[in-house]
């Protein structure tokens, strides 16, 4: 299976079957960017507000909620992904067995623990994928965690554009570092282990139909550019130009912590769209 | 709104996009524990129907009374969500910035009618903040949700399935909103002397339509989701003679709230209006910690 994905993910490089996602692998003008930073701005701006906001006895669900309701009043119509919210150990996806155990649940926050906001609207047209981590009060050990994490965000952007850079690289050397850490890899608990996965721009912001937190936007963007190309997970062989939503998500004894972004992935170069971290 | 006579300053302050209005009265001089009172009005009103309770409640508490989305002064939008239970308490979070910046003053929602159900969003977002809800022939939206398998209740509220109906609610609001008007308040039994002053009839008719569509469109979220039950104390307080909503009753609260109080009281669905003496009395033993079971 794993050779599979592999050669998949290169589907942008294969004979007859590059016109299917070579269009992700490339770098947009600096007009197009802006609009990606201008999503992923709102997206910030929500999270945060969200965040701020949450209390005591609020359910995963009841944050979720609001966070959908912030950006729709701000004029978001789709999402890629509706917001995932989880608290306490679900934060490292404790008890998660199915795909459904992933949504956000009636879960009630307790003061100490931490809380991850992850949400993907898509803004005039532009997908982001934004991923938060906060705790409920003082927490030493999401301190701890979140600075980690910080050192892989700077760390990250080289990781790319080593010469020898593949998806599947970077992948083993994030896994490599947050294990030495102390951490154990929640991302690699993702369906398909993702790092991350590319952005687009969407031809249609029509709200549509919204199957298991992903917007239709998300199913046709993936499906319609062969899938393993747009997957960052440890098989990935693929060319790495283009716009990435970079996910690490770390686990500690009890909780996880992740960041997501935006990663600008240029042939010998890669920067975060936005310089200024939200960890 | 300049013929609105309420003795309270109206302010008003962009809300994520939106303009909210809102009148505010209370001490000059507040602590961090001196509460606000938040009077979230129903339909067809306007904050001006709290006018008695701003006037009674003021020398002792900060008293913010807003104009829910699309009613008086605060914005009208075309956009349904705007007008959701999560909208308005995001919306009220913003006012209640201004109205103290620190963040740190125990507030008491309390509201009448379909602010109810906003009262209880707002409570449910501070949760620990909150130091009382207040329910006056009101419901929260899991109560309403659980009663529209009550023929009953449904009798009482075939209104609401009227408002689900686009384009014929705002053409009547616009043609006939004083007579509207007139006529909500006599179903509700309220005296012409009680009447809240509103301006033109359309500030209370027509701008606030869409939160029956919003609240409607709410309920299978509201249903799906439950925070913590309510630690706070919550008192519901009901004029038996309502034509609108039948009396709140122990299990349905005691579902989202550990610590209810339920009084049946003589009067009308605008108790708050016409027996304005007796539940300023009670507002105020219920702020001052008297809140309990009967």
Known sequence: MNRVMSLASKVSSLPGLGVISRSAARVPRTETLDGYLHAQNLARQAVKEIASLIREGWSERQAADLLDTYLADHGVRSFFHRSFVWFGDRTRFKGVKTYFDYLPSKRVVRPGEVVILDVAPIVNGYTCDIGYTISLGENAELAKAKAHLAELRDALPAMFEAASATGGAVWKDIDTRLRAAGYDNIHALYPFSVLGHRVHKVKSQAAGVNLINFGWQAYWEFLSRGVFGQLLNGDFEGDLTGLWAIEPHVGGVDFGAKFEEILVVMPGAARWLDAEALI | ?294
Request: hydrophobic share 40%; with cysteine; charged share 25%.
């Open chain 2, 1 to 294: 709104m300049d013929d609105v006579q309420v003795d309270a300053e109206l302010k008003q302050r962009d809300a994520r996009g939106l303009a909210s209005a809102w009148f505010e009265a209370g001490p000059v001089d507040t602590t961090e524990t001196t509460p606000i009172l938040v009077l979230m009005h129903g339909f067809p009103d306007g904050a001006s129907a709290w006018s008695y309770q701003i006037e009674a409640l003021k020398e002792r508490y900060t008293v913010v009374a807003p104009y829910v989305r699309g009613a008086g002064p605060s914005e009208r939008t075309k956009a349904v969500r705007r007008y959701s239970p999560d909208a308005v308490a995001l919306d009220t979070l913003e006012i209640l910035k201004e109205v103290d910046p620190t963040g740190k003053r125990p507030v008491v929602p309390v509201g009448h009618d379909l602010g109810a159900v906003h009262a209880w969003h707002l409570a449910e977002l501070l949760q620990d903040r909150a130091k009382g809800v207040v329910l006056i022939n009101g419901l929260t939206v899991s109560q309403m949700a659980r009663r529209l398998v009550s023929p009953a209740q449904l009798k009482k509220s075939w209104y609401i399935f009227l408002l689900q109906v686009p384009v014929l609610p705002e053409l009547l609001a616009k043609t006939a909103s004083s007579p509207l008007l007139r006529f909500a308040h006599a179903r509700g039994g309220l005296s012409p002397e009680f009447e809240p002053e509103v301006g033109d009839a359309k500030n209370v008719m027509l701008g606030p339509l869409n939160q029956y569509r919003a609240f409607v469109r709410d309920i299978p979220k509201a249903l799906r989701r439950s925070a913590k039950r309510l630690t706070c104390p919550v008192l519901a307080l009901y004029g038996a003679d309502d034509a609108f909503v039948l009396a709140p009753r122990r299990d349905e609260l005691e579902r989202e709230a550990e610590n209810v109080t339920i009084r049946i009281l003589p009067g009308n669905h605008w108790i708050h209006r016409q027996d304005h003496v007796k539940i300023n009395k009670l507002l105020a033993e219920f702020v001052e910690g008297a809140g309990g079971k009967p």
